[in-house]
């Protein structure tokens, strides 16, 4: 490793290091715990895989299982990323490019801190390589082929992602690029639930061509090196590379604000009644500040990503699966509370979570203006609200718009399981936008990884939040009667209510005691590596 790469690796664990004796330990120990748990998961898988492939009695199926399982890491370490709006661990270029340093050595780099993407992946493709290399019926060489599928891997998928990123970062070419994206990976799926699986066979054959770098290296690590596998799948790597490393220059040369288009007072005009909606309803000081949100989060891109995907893939990812073989499902019966519910879970990472995430260094103004914290975070709940609102609205749109069958009562029971599933999460939110504070760039449509201590968190809340929703569920199923589940709704949003009142006192004296840490950490930039 170059003495550059070992300086900007230094100065991103001393810019960690130095947050550390702010962290809560409580939330740090329980975040590591929660890591261990589940690279433990993954660790047992592969140490499924590596005795899979260490026994000399199933060398026949190895053929069968291990190109359609580098494919699948092929496509985990590409797509889903991309699915999660995050990039893992990647350099701040920006703050690096000052700096007299070959893009050479930022490219290699670049490529070392992307393993943190398909971690994974990498973990269980470890696994695999130990069992081939001790598997007696297997040559010792065979298995480094998979070494060489990981680098075609990294090349292409480091390509994608800042070819992906630049387009994200296009005004107007941002939502049509999501889409296609979403179009392309959710075909299959639509094609396969719909359709005669045997008319697709040839698709299979296809995926797994002796051509293909999955099916290449697959042939190489069971230790045959006749045909044309060996240079396939050096000839997808060098590809690959130089792929990856085109990409990885165009970034660098990238002007992100110098692609956006500026807005015209026109188009500044068509939205200001929606701007000035507020004030309609509210008195000011609530109405200037649900009015700020409302500015704010439609020009953000990062919201704007997350917004157009929830009634968007929503529909791609559930809809094969409620209207596939079984038209009578569970699924198909309540496919648009489904939807509404999938969208609230992606919103509430820019609306719930990290509610002053956006204001970053601004968020010091909140606490010097002579309007309480109480009514700042209630503006930004309510703005929240509304916004989970209009996705509901546009998810039953595009559900009558394709003519399923959605009656009246399914569109009420959607915005009512919504708004109690909303109120829990914006009553914990409301508490981690004090206790996890993170500065987050709105005009990043790929986010870097969340907080630790967050994502801990949100596998505790969402069962919680789940509790009055199964209950009210089945209480209809039990009385057969929708009257019985809108009670239990009813129900449970009058402890929602009880529940929000109870978390904002707490969030306000915690806004006290933390007032210093809290601007600090939003005023903090991030380090040379984003993580």
Known sequence: MSSHARAILWAQFRSIRNRFPRANKAGLAFTILVGLIWYGMISLFAVFAGLLMARDGEIDVIPRVLPGGLLLVFLYWVIIPILMASKGSSLELRKLLVYPIRSAEFF????????????????????????????????????????????????????????????????????????LFLLAIAMPQIVVLRGNLGRFRPVGAFATSPFWPWTAAAQLAQGDASGVALPVLVGWTCVAYIFGRWQFERTLRFDASASRVVRTKAKRARLEW???????????????????????????????????????????????????????????????????????????????????????????????VPVETRTILRAKNIAAGFFVLLEVTMATVVAVALRLPITPVKVVEAYAVTLVAMLLLITIGNLTSFYSPRPVDPARSFRSARSGRVQAIMLLIYPVVAIPLVLAYGARYAFATEWAFFIVLIVGAGFGLLAYRIAMDSAMKMAVEKRETILATLASGAGPVES
Do not use: C
């Open 108 to 179: 290699r780099l670049e490529l070392l801190l992307r393993f943190s993407v398909g971690i994974e992946a990498l973990i269980v493709i470890t696994g695999a390589f130990i069992g081939l290399f001790f598997n007696p019926s297997i040559p010792r060489w065979s298995p480094f082929a998979l070494l060489l599928f990981v680098l075609f891997t990294m090349f292409f998928a480091l390509g994608v992602h800042d070819l992906i990123g630049r387009l994200l970062a296009r005004k107007g070419m941002r939502e049509v690029a999501v889409l």
């Open 274 to 368: 929606f701007y000035r909606l507020p004030n309609a309803l509210f008195r000011d000081p609530v109405a200037a500040l649900v009015e700020k949100e409302f500015r704010f989060l439609v020009r953000a891109p990062r919201f704007r990503l997350v917004f157009f995907m929830g009634f968007s893939f929503g529909f791609l990812i559930w809809w094969p699966l409620a209207f596939g073989h079984h038209t009578d499902s569970w699924m198909s019966q309540n496919f648009l509370a489904v939807v509404s519910l999938y969208a609230v879970l992606l919103l509430s990472e820019v609306l719930f979570w990290n509610t002053f995430g956006f204001d970053r260094s601004a968020a010091q103004l909140y606490f010097v």
